[in-house]
Every structure is written in structure tokens, then in C-alpha cells.
């Protein structure tokens, strides 16, 4: 029961280095999502991706990119990474429209 | 904009009572979904209880409740007879509706964070 697995659990950069965080999931769900949780204020959307091959930006995409590698994987790339992206990453997944997300453990990144 | 509101910072509670925690939303889409999601201290975000806004009765699951009030824009979550383990930060979510049809792209409150005491 691995659900959706993301790896790295801890990361530290420093500033103006790059970084993939990798998730995949084996739930054969349709959509992917990642968020970045910070201190007071929830969960916030960075990409999404509804399908195979499609992404689309959430609320806070600017300083990252994401791939659909396939159905089951979904990452993130930081490419010049700084301070204010710190943060609790969480990726998820779902079957579909009004299916609950399941989320990843979380990848604690630091940059310092 | 859709937006959640979550009012209640931190709450405590004595243990085997019951407890409300506060969820306002607001939507101009006819067609919503609502999701409350626990954080223990550990970090994993873990399902509780979904509510879809043509739904007829108030969704439970277990000692979860969710009261449903449409015309309020509100969906509170209730643990009944509340356990030491039901100490953690709790979210309230709603899925962002959009032309087209519904995506399931997810909006979260701030949370609330709620400690059992014994």
C-alpha cells in the first residue's frame, strides 16, 4: 500500500542551486497535483496536472516547473533555487473529479 | 474568488467531549465540493470527510460529521466523543469549481489546530 511515495524526505540547498522533488503514485489516478505548505497559511497550490501530458499553473507557480513524466509520475523542479521557496512540499493525487486527494509524506526542503 | 476561512487558530478540548471546528467558504460556482483534511504532528495530510454542494443530507464518517449549511456558506466539522489521538492541525479544503466543469484543483484554509486534553 505505498499510496504516493515522494522522495526526498529532507533536502538542504543553497541559494541558486536546482532541484527535482519526485513523486509517483500506483493508485492509477488521473491527477496529480503539488502544493508547498507554510507556516499560517494552509496549503497552496504550485502545478497541477489533470491528465497525462497536460500541467497547468495553480496559484504560486513562478520559480518552478513541473513534468508528467507519465501516468504514474509528477515532478518538481526548482531551478534556481531561493530562500522563499523553504517550505513543506506535499505532492497528491486523485482518480478524479470529487475523489479525495491522497497525499504524499512531504519533502522538507531548506535553502539557505 | 473561491476563498475558505477558518476562524479558530488552536483549540482545546477535554477528552470524550465533543467539538465543532469552523469552516466558511465563498463560491459563485453552483458546483463545489468540500474536504476536511487532519495534520498530526507527524505531517501527513490524511482524508477525513467530504460534502458536495448538491448533496442532500450532511456527510459522516464515523465520529466525523460534517454540518452542511448552504445558505451560510458554511461546513463545520464535528468529532464526536473526541480521543487524545484527534489532537492535530485540521483543514478545511474546497474544490475550485470553473467553466467547463469542475476541476479538482484544491483551496485550503489556514487550519486549526485542536489538542485533546485528557
Known amino acids: 500500500n505505498a499510496g504516493v511515495t515522494q522522495t526526498p524526505k529532507f533536502q538542504v540547498l543553497k541559494t541558486g542551486q536546482s532541484m527535482t522533488l519526485q513523486c509517483a503514485q500506483d493508485?492509477?489516478?488521473?491527477?496529480m497535483y503539488w502544493y508547498r505548505q507554510d507556516p499560517g497559511m494552509g496549503l497552496r497550490l504550485i502545478y497541477y496536472?489533470?491528465?497525462?501530458?497536460?500541467?497547468d499553473k495553480g496559484e504560486v507557480p513562478n520559480g518552478y516547473n513541473v513534468s508528467r513524466l507519465n501516468k504514474r509520475e509528477f515532478s518538481l523542479r526548482l531551478e534556481s533555487a531561493a530562500p522563499s521557496q523553504t517550505s513543506v512540499y506535499f505532492c497528491?493525487?486523485?482518480?478524479?473529479?470529487?475523489?479525495?486527494?491522497?497525499f504524499g509524506d512531504g519533502t522538507r526542503l531548506s535553502i539557505l | 474568488a473561491q476563498k475558505i476561512t477558518q476562524t479558530q487558530p488552536g483549540m482545546f478540548v477535554q477528552e470524550k467531549e465533543a467539538v465543532t471546528l469552523d469552516c466558511t467558504y465563498d463560491?459563485?460556482?453552483?458546483?463545489?465540493?468540500l474536504f476536511w483534511y487532519k495534520q498530526p504532528s507527524s505531517g501527513e495530510m490524511i482524508f477525513l470527510i467530504y460534502?458536495?454542494?448538491?448533496?442532500?443530507q450532511n456527510a459522516t464518517e464515523g465520529r466525523y460529521s460534517l454540518n452542511f449549511q448552504k445558505a451560510r456558506k458554511s461546513a463545520n466539522l464535528v468529532i464526536s466523543a473526541s480521543q487524545l489521538g484527534d489532537s492535530a492541525m485540521y483543514f478545511c479544503?474546497?474544490?475550485?469549481?470553473?467553466?467547463?466543469?469542475?476541476?479538482?484543483?484544491?483551496?485550503f484554509g489556514t487550519g486549526t489546530l485542536l489538542a485533546i486534553q485528557p
Open positions: 497528491a493525487s486523485s482518480y478524479r473529479d470529487n475523489q479525495p486527494q491522497h
Open positions: 493508485m492509477n489516478h488521473n491527477s
Open positions: 496536472s489533470a491528465s497525462e501530458g497536460t500541467t
Open positions: 463560491t459563485s460556482d453552483p458546483s463545489y465540493g
Open positions: 460534502q458536495g454542494s448538491y448533496d442532500q
Open positions: 479544503a474546497m474544490r475550485e469549481g470553473g467553466r467547463g466543469g469542475a476541476t479538482n484543483k484544491l483551496i
